[in-house]
């Protein structure tokens, strides 16, 4: 069992950065690979970045690449999404994600969720 509380979110005018992060609890985190998530208001939840469980792979939507960074730090339970040159189609509530296997997070899907955290970027 992997409980995730995101944290990090808010507002930021388009062009800044913001550095969301994910405290982990639970035993198998160091074994999870992670990632992150967002839904827009109006639109389905969508896959934004992962990284396996060493923190040696990373995969990223297309829309995010050479922006957002993911990364984690095991001693700490806790992964993180570095996010610059936001813009306002990056509005959206960001969702932690873990999961067993790298590639059911490259597939859009996961074992556990995080309840949100909203970032809001105005132009």
């Known amino acids: 069992q992997v409980q995730l509380v995101e944290s990090g979110g808010g507002l930021v005018q388009a062009g800044g950065s913001l550095r969301l992060s994910c405290a982990a609890s639970?035993?198998?985190?160091?074994?999870?690979?992670m990632g992150w998530f967002r839904q827009a208001p109006g639109k389905e939840r969508e896959f934004v970045a992962a990284?396996?469980?060493?923190?040696?792979?990373?995969y990223y939507a297309d829309s995010v690449k050479e922006r957002f960074t993911i990364s984690r730090d095991n001693a700490k339970n806790t992964v993180y999404l570095q996010m610059n040159s936001l813009k306002p189609e990056d509005t959206a509530v960001y969702y932690c994600?873990?999961?067993?296997?790298?590639?059911?997070?490259?597939?859009?899907?996961?074992?556990?969720w995080g309840k949100g955290t909203l970032v809001n970027v105005f132009s």
């Open positions: 990284i396996n469980w060493n923190g040696g792979t990373t």
């Open positions: 994600a873990a999961a067993t296997l790298f590639a059911t997070l490259k597939a859009g899907q996961a074992a556990y």
């Open positions: 639970g035993r198998t985190f160091g074994n999870s690979a």
